[in-house]
């Protein structure tokens, strides 16, 4: 989705009824808070937790990163707007094998 419209929530004390929204775009690009990785390039990757034999990439994935909730899900709370995993703002090289 190239045009992110935040959904509007609306509570009423009234009713006991629960709706689910969801835009369908987690990297809202009107907001400019989007994934900051060159190697990454906004699409989320869970790590295999073996950097030794698979490098950092494939290894550790998306770890350290702020919008790593099981998915991009990058918000307007950063601590310092660096959307990018640990191993890549550390200067490791997503092929690199390492600990």
Avoid: Q
């Avoid at 969801?22 to 990757?45: E, Q």
């Avoid at 937790?49 to 550790?60: E, H, L, M, N, Q």
């Amino acid at each position: 989705m190239k045009n992110y419209e935040k959904p509007m929530v609306l509570t009423n004390e009234e009713m006991s009824e629960g709706i689910y929204a969801a835009s369908g775009d987690t990297t809202p690009t009107d907001t400019g808070y989007k994934c900051k990785s060159i190697y990454m390039n906004g699409v989320y990757l869970l790590g295999t937790y073996s950097p030794i034999t698979d490098g950092y990439k494939i290894g550790r994935g998306c770890e350290g990163c702020p919008a790593n909730w099981g998915k991009c899900a990058i918000s307007e709370v950063n601590y310092d707007n660096d959307f990018r995993p640990t191993w890549e703002i550390s200067g490791h090289l997503p092929d690199e094998l390492g600990y």
